[in-house]
């Protein structure tokens, strides 16, 4: 406010000034010209009546002379002071019209306003860096759960977007630079229900300014961030960054698990997925053969480290090998849109094709042009602009990898269902039997849309009941959570999948499992379910009801009606 307030005394000073000398000259006039009174006695003005005249005269109003009629020289007078100060009134309009145009103060209220909007939040936000096709698809992921996020971004497009945008929660917004600290603060990087700072421009260095920033002005706050280089990635390690997502590596790694455990990834797609997206089908990327990558910039070395680690054989094609670092064996130069190129790594050959230039152009016409000369290839194209999905989707790729998508879903799940991350190390370790089990029991529990996931802390607020019944002599296990509060003989449809108590992790934990205060569940299941187990959490006759089959009625009234029939 000391901003706005100082550019309209800075701004509006000169003509403040001029109509301040105008109105004194117009007002001493008056006081100063003989007057008459009603009778004609001479007379003077009061300065207190120049003052009420020249404010009418002057907004050109008109109600007349007063207090007494004007003699010839105050109207003379009056015919010259209506010129003057009307010329000073327009000038003065013209620059406040100015001033409320100039970008400076405009920039000056939004930001106000932005500040004002922020410091009235009271729910937890996180603050997103960077609202491009990473950003926007992270804020509405939180939007969808109910997550509530604050948002800066340079580009003023991106803001304007983001505000036409149907989000489910209210998003404040600021074109800024979030370099800066005081950008940052203002965002609410120290308001106390500031959860966390995602850093997501597609600079790396922009988001290094950042996170160095946020741990300095709050090191106890949880920093995400983006990064595509291993340099940039350490450096954000090395000041306590909590979590690095780099879109190649993790694509590369999920190429990986597939090819080793397709059931599980199966698995952590269905828990990982957004709400009411259907079911995928399985991928089955090919165990053994060779395979042709298609540009060798960030995305192809990921590809090549972690598909050479699966013991496949790999051609390269590259335009400029000399700026890559290409290794030696299996290089063949050219750009991959060419069917020469593409035979000359053995396209026929091979069973699976990697189309990553950073062109989408050049990647949809490597496709193209590699399944005609061999149209039983596995093909993984890289989606770099979300406006060509329709394109990819015609392709024929059976997997395509957007960076942007696949941060954003990674970060959503991190910060929505944070042992979800757990649970996949965990699943990582058993054998793809128990996974393809378990795809069979989340199947079973669905129909044709993926599972509701979410977490339950047992504490006062997710489970009031449940804290307060072991006073009531209850022993509440996962069972009865399972049992429907309006017919106890019925499981609801949910499966237990994580079980987190003081710092021990138990992977599908069995019904027979106590549940006590402190603990963590992370559940799946049909979406109403949770509402049921909400019930259950919250209200003591219902879980007296699923743990002991008894319904009393409770309440002031009701006790009161019992004693009354006790003394009848």
Known sequence: ???????????????????????????????????????????????????????????????GELPNAFTDAQRLWVSVSVFFTVAVWIYAIGRLIALLQDNTFQRAIEERRFRNRVARLRQPFYLICGCGQTGSALVRGLTDRHRHAVVIDIDPDRINLLQLDNQREYVPALCADARKPSILDAAGLKHPLCEGVVALTNVNETNLKIAIAAKLLHPTIQVICRSDSHEIEANMASFGTDHIYDPFDAFAVYMALAIQSPCLTLLLDWLSAADDEPLSEPCYPPTNGRWVICGYGRFGKAMYQHLKQQGLTLSIIEALPHKTGIPVEGIVQGRGTEAVTLEQAEIQRAVGLVAGTDEDADNLSIVMTALQLNPDLFVIARENHLDNQELFDRVGAQSIMHPSTIIANRIRVRLVNPLLADFSNLARAQPEDWACELVSRV??????????????????????????AKARGFTITLDMLLRDPRDRERRLQAIPLLLVRDDSLQLLPTLDQRVRRGDRLLLCGRIETRSDMDWVLQNLHALRYVATGESHREGAVWRWIAAWQRTR
């Open 1 to 63: 406010m000391d901003t706005i307030f100082f550019l309209i005394l800075r701004r509006m000073r000169t003509p403040l000034l001029t109509l301040i000398i105008a109105y004194a000259v117009a007002m001493a006039g008056l006081a100063l010209i003989p007057a008459q009174d009603a009778t004609g006695q001479p007379t003077t003005m009061s300065l207190f009546h120049a003052f009420y005249f020249v404010s009418y005269m002057s907004t050109t109003i008109g109600f």
């Open 443 to 468: 199947a079973g529990l669905v129909d044709e849309r993926v599972p509701h996931v979410w977490e339950i802390t047992i504490d006062e607020t997710q489970a009031f009941a449940l804290c307060h």
